[in-house]
C-alpha cells in the first residue's frame, strides 16, 4: 500500500519537475538547463512576497508564477534566440543563465535552511494505515490538474494548437502563418510557469535551498529522455517508471540509491532506445 | 610655552601608553591563525565566528604575551566548501596548504571540518609541522586512534571537542533516561551517507543492542536528500520509538518537518543534528520540530550553566553576532584560541615543539568545563561532570527554546514527549 501511495506521489512530483523542461523542447527544441534555477527562483519570489513582505500567500504565488512567466519570456527573447538551432550554445547559454541565478541567489545571502513555504493545508490522513500529509494530496491533484489542463490547452486554444502545430513541424507551421518565435517565447514563459509552478506546490515539503535547482534539472533531464525528447506525455508516463522504480529502490533495497535510479534511467535508455519512449527524433533510433 | 607644549605631549603619550594597552600589541608583528572552514555551512561560518570573538576579546585585552612581547592575533580564514555535497576533499586540502603556505598561518584553528578531509589534512599540516586544533564538526574517532599510534608523525594535531565514541556514550545514557522514564526500548537509526555519520550510527547499532535495546533498521541517505517520508513509514511500520539521526546537512530540518506531518510516533533524537542545533530551527520548521532532542557535543553551544565561563561566552557571542551560538563548533572554537593563547604564553615562543609540548600540558577551566588534552592522542578529555573534564550537551526544543536535557549536572529541564506518543 505504502509503495502505490507514495509510488504515486513520487511519480506526480516528477512529472511537475520535468513537465516545463518538456514543454519547452517540445515546441522551440531549446532545452532550457536553467529550469532548476527558476524553480528554485519561484520558491524565493514567493517566500520574499509572503514572509518580506507580508502579502497574501495566494498572491504572492500568482505574482511569483507571473514573474516566472515574464522571466522565462525575456530569457528567450533577448537571449536563448540568438544561439537557437545551435545545440551545444543553447545548452550552454541556458546551463550558464541558471548557474547565474543559483550562485546569484547563494552569493545574495538566501542559504541556509531559515527559507520555508508554508504548507496549503496542514495536518495528515492516514490511508490503509500509511500517514499522509495533506500536502502531497494536494501534491497530486494539482498535478492531475496540470496534466489535464495542458491536454485541453494544447488541443481545444488557438495559441495550444498553433503551438502542437510548431511542435509538430516548424517550417509547415509557418507556412500556415504561426510566428515561430513568438510561439517559442510563449512556450519558453509557459515552461518558465510550470517550473514555477512545481516549486510553489513541492517546496511546502521541505526548505527552498539553493541545491534543489540542481537536483531537479537532472530529474526533469533523466524523465525528458527516459519519454522521449520533446514528448511532453511520454515525460509523464517516464515520470511514474521513475517515481515508482525509486519508491521500490528505497523499500527493497535503501534510501541510499534513490537517485541512482534516475541516473541508470538515464544510461539505460541512451544505450537501448536513445529516443525514449515517445521520443520524435525517430533519427536516433536508427542510428543504433 | 614651549615647555607646556611638550609637557602636555608627554602626558598624552604616557597617557597613551597607560590608557590603551592593545595599542602596543597591534603594533607587534600578529600572530596568524589559519582557519579552514566550510563557511557557507553552520559548522564553518559558527566556527569562524567564535574565533573572532576570542581574537578579539584577546587583542583587546593587550593580545599574547610571546616571552615578553605583547602580539595580537590574525584571522585568516579560507573557505574549504568540504561540507557541501559533491565538492572533493582536495579542495579542503588545496585552502589548509594556501594557508600555510601563502597566508603564512603560525598555527592552525578551526577545520576541515568534514571528517574525511580533516583526516586527509592532518599529513599535511605534519609535514610542515604546524600545530593545529580541530575545533569543529570532525568527530571521527579514526582521529585520536591515528596520533596514538603515530604519535611522531600526528603530534601536532589536537582535537579539543568531542567525539563520536563519546557522543555515543552520552546518547545511551540519555537513553537509558528515557527508558526508565517512558519505557521506550526501540531504536531506528537514520544516517548521512558521510564517514562520521555511518561509523556513529553503525557503532550506536551495536552499543544500543548490546545494552538490550531494539534496533530496528538503519536508513542511508545521500547528502543533499529532501524526502525522507519512506524512511519515516518504515520507521513506523517496524514500530519504532526513538529516531536516532546522525545528518549535519541543512536538509534535516525537512526530515523533522515530515516527521511532524505524518505524526510517527517516535521521538528524534539527533546524533549530530545541525539543523537542530541553530536557534532558527524553530522557524525553518514552524515549530514542527519540537520535542527533537539533539546532541550539540559541548556545553556552550546551547545556555546553560556548566561554568561561569559558559554564559559569559555565550552572551558575548549573542552581543557580537546578533544570534545566539548556532552549532557545535562554537564554543570549543572559542576555547581553541585561548588554550592556544595560553599555550604560546608558557611556551613563550611560537616553535611548533614547545607549543605541542605546553597544549598537552593544558588544564584550564572553560566554557564547557576542564579542558584538558589525553597527552598520547590529543584528544580532549571528556566527562559528564565540568569539573573534571570537557562535558556535552543535549538539548531538546521545547516551547520554541534549546532546553538541555542532558547531563544531569548541567541540565535545565526534562526530556518531553511529543503528544502524538503519550499513552
Known amino acids: 500500500m505504502d509503495i502505490l501511495i507514495y509510488g504515486t506521489i513520487n511519480s506526480i512530483a516528477l512529472a511537475l519537475m520535468a513537465l516545463g523542461f518538456a514543454l519547452v523542447y517540445g515546441i522551440s527544441r531549446v532545452p532550457n538547463f536553467a529550469h532548476g534555477a527558476i524553480y528554485v527562483l519561484s520558491g524565493f519570489i514567493t517566500w520574499t512576497f509572503l514572509r518580506g513582505l507580508g502579502l497574501n500567500y495566494a498572491l504572492s504565488i500568482v505574482i511569483s508564477l507571473v514573474l516566472m512567466g515574464v522571466l522565462g519570456a525575456l530569457l528567450y527573447q533577448f537571449m536563448l534566440i540568438r544561439v537557437r538551432g545551435m545545440a551545444i550554445s543553447e545548452i550552454i547559454a541556458s546551463y550558464a543563465i541558471g548557474l547565474a541565478i543559483l550562485e546569484g541567489l547563494r552569493w545574495g545571502g538566501f542559504k541556509g535552511m531559515s527559507y520555508t513555504l508554508p504548507v496549503f493545508v496542514e495536518g495528515s490522513v492516514m490511508i490503509g494505515g500509511i500517514p499522509i500529509d495533506f500536502q502531497r494530496i494536494v501534491v497530486v491533484g494539482f498535478g492531475a490538474l496540470i496534466v489535464l489542463g495542458l491536454w485541453a490547452f494544447t488541443h481545444y486554444t488557438r495559441i495550444g494548437l498553433a503551438l502542437r502545430g510548431m511542435a509538430q513541424d516548424e517550417r509547415a507551421a509557418l507556412m500556415l502563418g504561426i510566428d515561430s518565435d513568438l510561439m517559442a517565447v510563449v512556450a519558453m514563459a509557459i515552461g518558465a510557469m510550470l517550473a514555477g509552478l512545481a516549486g510553489v506546490l513541492l517546496l511546502p515539503l521541505g526548505n527552498i535551498v539553493v541545491e534543489s535547482g540542481y537536483n531537479v534539472l537532472i530529474l526533469a533531464i533523466a524523465v525528458c529522455i527516459v519519454g522521449g525528447l520533446g514528448s511532453w506525455m511520454g515525460a509523464v508516463l517516464a515520470a511514474f517508471l521513475i517515481g515508482f522504480a525509486q519508491i521500490l529502490t528505497v523499500v527493497y533495497l535503501g534510501s541510499h540509491y534513490q537517485m541512482v535510479v534516475a541516473l541508470l534511467a538515464i544510461i539505460f535508455t541512451l544505450i537501448l532506445k536513445p529516443s525514449g519512449l515517445f521520443g520524435m527524433q525517430k533519427e536516433l533510433e536508427e542510428r543504433v | ?423
Not at chain 2, 596568524?32 to 564553518?44: E, R, W
Not at chain 2, 594535531?157 to 519505557?183: N, P
Open chain 2, 1 to 423: 610655552m614651549k615647555m607646556r607644549g611638550f609637557g602636555i605631549l608627554a602626558v598624552l603619550l604616557a597617557a597613551a601608553f597607560l590608557v590603551l594597552p592593545g595599542t602596543q600589541a597591534l603594533a607587534e608583528e600578529p600572530i596568524t591563525l589559519g582557519c579552514p572552514l566550510s563557511t557557507a555551512y553552520l559548522y564553518g561560518w559558527d566556527a569562524d565566528r567564535a574565533i573572532r570573538l576570542a581574537v578579539d576579546e584577546i587583542n583587546a585585552a593587550g593580545g599574547v604575551n610571546v616571552g615578553g612581547v605583547k602580539r595580537p592575533f590574525k584571522v585568516e580564514v579560507m573557505d574549504t566548501r568540504d561540507l557541501e555535497p559533491g565538492v572533493p576533499v582536495s579542495e579542503a586540502l588545496l585552502a589548509v596548504e594556501k594557508l600555510i603556505l601563502e597566508k603564512k598561518a603560525d598555527f592552525l584553528v578551526g577545520g576541515p571540518v568534514r571528517s574525511e578531509a580533516a583526516l586527509a589534512a592532518m599529513s599535511l599540516l605534519s609535514k610542515h609541522k604546524k600545530v593545529s586544533i580541530f575545533t569543529t564538526g570532525f568527530l571521527s574517532p579514526q582521529f585520536h586512534a591515528m596520533v596514538a599510534k603515530d604519535y611522531d608523525k600526528f603530534k601536532y594535531c589536537f582535537r579539543i571537542h568531542g567525539e563520536a565514541v563519546q557522543l555515543v556514550k552520552e546518547i545511551m545514557a540519555c537513553f537509558q533516561e528515557i527508558k526508565d522514564k517512558y519505557g521506550l526500548d526501540k531504536v531506528f537509526i537514520m544516517v548521512q551517507d558521510v564517514a562520521h555519520a555511518r561509523g556513529g550510527g553503525e557503532v550506536l547499532g551495536k552499543v544500543a543492542t548490546g545494552k538490550g535495546w531494539q534496533v530496528l533498521g538503519t536508513e542511508i541517505y545521500p547528502t543533499g536528500t529532501t524526502d525522507f517520508s519512506m524512511g519515516l513509514i518504515k520507521a513506523k511500520k517496524a514500530g519504532a520509538q526513538i529516531l536516532n539521526i546522525w545528518m549535519d546537512m541543512p536538509e534535516s530540518s525537512i526530515l523533522l518537518k515530515q516527521w511532524y506531518d505524518m505524526k510517527v510516533p517516535a521521538l528524534p533524537f539527533g546524533s549530530t543534528l545541525a539543523a537542530a542545533e541553530q536557534p532558527g530551527f524553530w522557524k525553518a520548521t514552524e515549530g514542527k520540530g519540537e520535542y527533537t532532542l539533539c546532541n550539540v557535543v559541548n556545553a556552550g553551544n546551547a545556555p546553560s550553566d556548566a561554568t561561569p565561563w559558559t554564559m559569559k561566552f555565550y552572551d558575548a557571542y549573542a552581543k557580537k553576532w546578533g544570534v545566539e551560538p548556532e552549532g557545535l563548533g562554537s564554543s570549543s572554537s572559542y576555547m581553541a584560541v585561548y588554550v592556544l593563547k595560553d599555550a604560546i604564553e608558557r611556551a613563550g615562543s611560537l616553535d611548533s615543539e614547545k607549543v605541542l609540548a605546553e597544549l598537552e600540558k593544558t588544564d584550564l577551566m572553560g566554557v564547557y568545563g576542564r579542558i584538558r588534552f589525553d597527552p598520547k592522542n590529543h584528544q580532549v578529555i571528556p566527562s559528564f561532570d565540568p569539573k573534571e573534564g570537557a562535558v556535552g550537551s543535549i538539548i531538546q526544543w521545547q516551547d520554541g527554546k534549546r532546553v538541555v536535557v542532558f547531563p544531569k549536572s548541567i541540565a535545565k529541564g526534562e526530556i518531553q514527549l511529543p503528544p502524538w506518543m503519550k499513552k
